[in-house]
């Protein structure tokens, strides 16, 4: 049999992506989800999370979008005081791991304070899977005894992973009516699999902060239609 968590990313980017999140996990086969602290979105999502039972939630990191939490992180903002882009990184070696740690924790503080629990983590981009910033993850897994998503395969060194293999490829070209049917195919029986999803109903806001937009609807549409082949469960 394989094991599967299928984990919605964005949770808290708008009030449209929270609402196709939990209408994904309430009527489809999302089972996980994990939440940006920073956005315009978050205390709706933390309200919409309180009210749904069963759905386990982490924390989104951000490094790349929006603005920081904690303040005094020169390293890691643009003259306009927003997260510099995913592509101003050089591989996270221009950044302070203090201040990286410094505003990390202020995110998984500010979710721990709004009375929820997480379950785990993962980022933005994946930018907890850059080698740079290893130690800064390390640290706040042992710190908040939390499992990390993987870099597919690959996990971090003395860090709980929150599955045996995290799979990236549910998104723009690979969503496909047939992905879940076929994923048997690839994936060997006993496996614990996490699949990164980003279902939403599109809004205004969406649009404004993201490029991967309408195929979000797409994702929502196969997620809550789909039915799981009969060597899959849902973990």
């Keep these: ?45 933390i309200q919409l999370a309180k009210k749904t039972s069963g759905l386990r939630v982490g924390v989104h990191l951000v490094l790349t979008s929006g603005k920081p939490i904690a303040t005094d992180v020169p390293t890691l903002i643009s003259e306009n005081g927003y997260f510099k882009s995913l592509a101003a990184f050089n591989n996270g070696s221009d950044l302070s791991l203090a ?3 410094k505003e990390w924790t202020a995110q998984i503080e500010r979710f721990i304070a709004s009375g929820l629990t997480p379950t785990h983590f993962d980022s933005h981009h994946h930018v907890h899977t850059l080698k740079e910033l290893e130690p800064v993850v390390k640290k706040l897994a042992k710190k908040y005894r939390l499992p990390v ?7 971090i060194d003395g860090v709980e992973p929150y599955a045996d ?25 006993g496996t614990t699999v996490e699949i990164m999803c980003h279902p939403a109903f599109v809004d205004h806001s969406l649009i404004n902060r993201s490029s991967y ?7 929502h549409k196969i997620l809550t239609t789909v039915t799981l082949p009969e060597e899959m469960v849902l973990l």
Excluded at 8 to 27: E, K, M
Excluded at 213 to 219: A, G, N, P, V
């Design 213 to 219: 937009t309408f195929m979000r609807m797409t994702e």
């Design 149 to 155: 998503r993987r870099n597919g395969w690959i996990a």
């Design 99 to 101: 201040e990286v740690e």
């Design 1 to 45: 049999m394989i094991k599967l968590i299928i984990n919605a990313d964005d949770f808290g980017l708008s009030r449209g992506v929270n609402h196709g999140i939990i209408d994904s996990y309430l009527y489809g086969v999302v089972n996980s989800t994990t939440m940006m602290m920073n956005m315009a979105g978050t205390d709706h999502a």
């Design 165 to 189: 293999l995290s799979l990236f490829d549910f998104y723009g070209e690979g969503v496909t009516e047939d992905y879940f049917s076929t994923l048997s195919t690839r994936i060997r029986d």
